[in-house]
């Protein structure tokens, strides 16, 4: 490897999915890079992992500048195998992505992508989730390319606080009306359970947006056709409650 | 069912549990009991949810006041499925655990007991995870039981904030010294894959405790010999650098 900035990528939509393609070829405009991405769709991983499995990982790809690895595991085992296992060097940089469907709001808490991106920030490495609200697996991803790689040159030059990643969403859109740096918005899916048969069930559901006036919001942004970034954080202590309303004794 | 309360219960170890059966018993001093909970082991499996399997469940325990479930998908499908196909009313509460591991500091983000409760927090029912500090499938349990009552009931009576929380962690300890209420404590897990074959490793490692005078932590409280209760929050925006320090413009 060389000296230029060395960026890990992953994703949860597995590492044939197109919007992993797109980041790819993204960043090897800005430096070196290895995916280390599952072998298949892994959507809704969360940050689970795999105490109680082998997990097995595959040279795919190699070209000068990049390499392809698939593995058997979830996006957090492919960053925790990358950043322990693999890599000669720590990145500048890990990036997840761009997930086909967005990961506003609560949908932040069952997502692969920003799992990943979270394992990243949990080593200390800066770390950026993109996503697209869209419920297609082949899109047009050039109307968001720039701003991919603004965002990503951004935080390679500047870093980002201690603990804290980014999470990106774009609305599908023919061109972006712009970028807001936003809150995540309140949430909930709804009607999530479809029976399918005696006691088998189908997950299903709807999202609805418990703010859609607020302005601020991720959601609000990619409802009227701007990308968000939303600065997320690991500690996810309830400080004020802790500080002010919380009566239950210290025995 | 009657007036009493009614009170869901799930983990991430599955159904045969024994940290599961305490909690039963426990529960079903306070009100009427539904156990939802996976058919087998789910450690670290976070907020995943399974949108590509279909989730089967099947009653395998009834009693006047307690029917039990096991669930082949995860603790959040678990809670999913409760409160949207099976419950025949919202509950009063919903507790997960008792885990056979803590999840204080970082691990907050792996647990599926947290996920547990996490998911019945977005679905704005009051939630507690509860968790031992322990490396053992059997353990003595009846030092805590007093203090998981108490909480149970406190929150009962009292509900809590919407959006947030109580994530109880224990120390295995003969005797408590008493509870403390505590932020989540900065720590890393490291040392994480350990290669067993060509390209094949298994999840390992221990956890580095990065602030270990911090008293008002949950790691320090149980490292101390006492109970931890710190409330969490669904919200992970980093506020601070939203409002204060984040210099990416909105284009």
């Not at 048969?197 to 701007?226: C, I, K, R, S, V």
Request: glycine share 8%; hydrophobic share 35%; net charge negative.
């Amino acid at each position: 490897m060389s000296n230029r900035s060395l960026i890990l990528i992953s994703n949860d939509d597995g590492v044939a999915a197109q919007g992993l393609g797109v980041l790819t070829d993204l960043m090897c405009q800005l430096g070196d890079v290895i995916v280390v991405a599952p072998d298949g769709p892994r959507s809704a991983a969360s940050c689970s992992i795999s105490p109680l499995s082998t997990i097995t990982i595959k040279l795919v790809r190699e070209h000068p500048g990049l390499k392809v690895y698939q593995c058997s595991g979830t996006p957090t085992d492919c960053v925790k195998l990358a950043l322990d296992g693999l890599l000669e060097r720590r990145p500048d940089l890990v990036v997840s992505g761009i997930n086909h469907g967005d990961n506003a709001s609560v949908s932040v808490h069952y997502s692969g992508t920003v799992g990943a991106a979270f394992e990243a920030c949990m080593k200390a490495v800066p770390a950026i989730a993109y996503s697209l609200k869209t419920r297609s697996l082949q899109c047009d991803f050039r109307p968001y390319e720039a701003e991919v790689v603004r965002i990503a040159r951004y935080v390679l030059e500047h870093g980002l606080p201690e603990d804290v990643l980014l999470n990106v969403n774009f609305p599908e859109v023919p061109e972006l009306k712009g970028t807001r740096v936003c809150r995540t918005g309140r949430g909930r899916w709804m009607k999530e359970m479809m029976q399918v048969g005696e006691g088998e069930y189908q997950l299903t559901g709807y999202f609805q947006n418990l703010e859609p006036e607020a302005e601020d919001t991720d959601y609000w942004a990619l409802d009227h056709g701007y990308a968000s970034i939303t600065p997320i954080q690991l500690d996810m202590t309830a400080h004020d409650y802790l500080n002010s309303q919380f009566t239950i004794h210290n025995s």
